[in-house]
């Protein structure tokens, strides 16, 4: 095959020779890091299915062509190197040879390495020839086609692995709670159901779950938040295992808060009823007896699958209905209370007016004896009629009030 182009000198052939040398070097050590990445890996050594399978058999058809192209290369190289080798000091036909080598279209391809939009009708029998340049060319965009793809790859599946791991150990803490109190849960089963379906496609087919070349995690995220409420509740219910008695009595002690503060309310109400004229009063909770028939029926946890953690949610709803009601009472006393207290501070405010008064000079006054005497006697009287005592009493203030402006004038 004569070169195209005039024979190299020796030096030129030398050089040329140690320039290819170096690029296919550093080709090969692209290729094998290519294939060391993290994400070929992850691709090379599973079994996929729908989208990631076809980008598993693009990325492998591409690495096939890659090494076939870089093995080509070695090749005619290798026959370069062979051939300077063999002469030290060549002469006209072997610089010919070189040249024709490192430079002209020395590498021919097989007809099925052809690439199908470069084939021609005449192409087949003998296939393409390309200089080591154009394959390297070549090689160029089928290298930064794998490198992408890997890449975009690589990100969706890690992610998506990861958010995978995380549900998986939510999943497994709550499993092992459930494996320690016995039973069976529902819900836990639901949704373990559903992890394993995401887990497979995670798996098989990670870039199913990719929007726009980045990892779609909505459906991961979605049992999260399911599987640590399963988790909190077995948590619940292995910490009333382990204190069972103790919080039973602790409930106990709340129904007893509960029953007092109700008979609170009760003794409040029968003395407001026997001080205040037509008090405007709440009704009384009754809701310590019932509180105590449901303790009374937490014996441990029932029959059926449900154990402990039926129990505990039994528990929750009890304390929640205790303090609720322990709430009610006391705000139910206070109101009451507060008619008693009501009296005491308008006792209070007149005591306070007639001292005002006779700071004033007004002891003698007797509109304002009169009017003082009929607030006392409503104040001081049993029932008494608090709307009758407070329109006094802020007869009385007015009075003293319009005493002290006339004095100023």
């Known amino acids: 095959m004569r070169a195209s182009r005039p024979p190299m000198s020796r030096d030129e052939a030398d050089r040329a020779l140690a320039h290819q040398r170096g690029e296919k070097e550093r080709i090969g050590a692209a290729l094998l890091e290519l ?10 050594g599973a079994t996929l299915d729908g989208e990631t ?22 090749r005619v190289l290798g026959e370069a190197e062979e051939l300077r080798a063999r002469h030290s000091r060549p002469g006209q036909t072997q610089l010919a040879r070189l040249t024709w080598l490192l430079a002209g279209p020395s590498v021919e391809l097989p007809p099925e390495e052809v690439p199908l939009e470069r084939r021609t009708l005449l192409s087949a029998p003998s296939g393409e020839k390309l200089t080591l340049q154009a394959v390297v060319a070549r090689m160029n965009p089928l290298y930064e086609e794998v490198a992408r793809t890997i890449a975009s790859l690589d990100g969706v599946w890690s992610e998506l692995l990861s958010r995978l791991a995380e549900v998986e ?8 709670l459930l494996d320690s109190l016995g039973g069976t849960d529902p819900d836990l089963d639901r949704l373990t159901a559903e992890l394993r379906a995401v887990a497979a496609t995670v798996r ?6 990719a929007r726009d070349g980045r990892a779609d995690t909505a459906r991961l995220d979605a049992l999260r938040p399911g599987l640590a409420d399963v988790r ?9 295992r382990a204190g069972f008695a103790d919080r039973i009595r602790g409930i106990a002690d709340l129904v007893d808060l509960v029953r007092g503060a109700e008979a609170e309310a009760a003794a409040h109400r029968d003395e407001v009823l026997a001080k205040i004229a037509s008090p405007v009063l709440p009704d009384l909770p009754h809701l310590s007896a019932a509180l105590a028939d449901r303790l009374a029926a937490l014996d441990g946890p029932g029959p059926g699958g449900t154990g402990w953690r039926d129990l505990a949610e039994r528990v929750a709803g009890l304390e929640r209905a205790a303090n609720g009601a ?63 005592a407070t329109v006094t009493l802020s007869d009385y203030q007015q009075a003293i009030s319009s005493r002290a402006k006339g004095a100023e004038r």
């Open 204 to 209: 098989a087919d990670p870039m199913a779950l």
């Open 53 to 74: 399978r076809s980008v598993q058999s693009g990325v492998r058809s591409h690495m096939a062509a890659l090494w076939a192209l870089f093995d080509h290369y070695g």
């Open 169 to 176: 150990a939510e999943r497994r803490a709550a499993a092992t």
């Open 35 to 44: 294939e060391g990445h993290q994400g070929y890996q992850l691709l090379e």
């Open 232 to 240: 909190r509740r077995l948590e619940e219910a292995d910490r009333l």
């Open 326 to 388: 322990l709430e009610q009472a006391r705000t139910a006393a206070g109101l009451i209370r507060g008619l008693l207290d009501r009296r005491e501070e308008l006792r209070g405010r007149l005591e306070a007016y007639r001292v005002k008064a006779a700071r004033l000079g007004h002891s003698e006054d007797a509109d304002l004896s009169r009017i003082y005497e009929r607030a006392r006697v409503l104040l001081w009287s049993s029932p008494c009629d608090l709307r009758k």
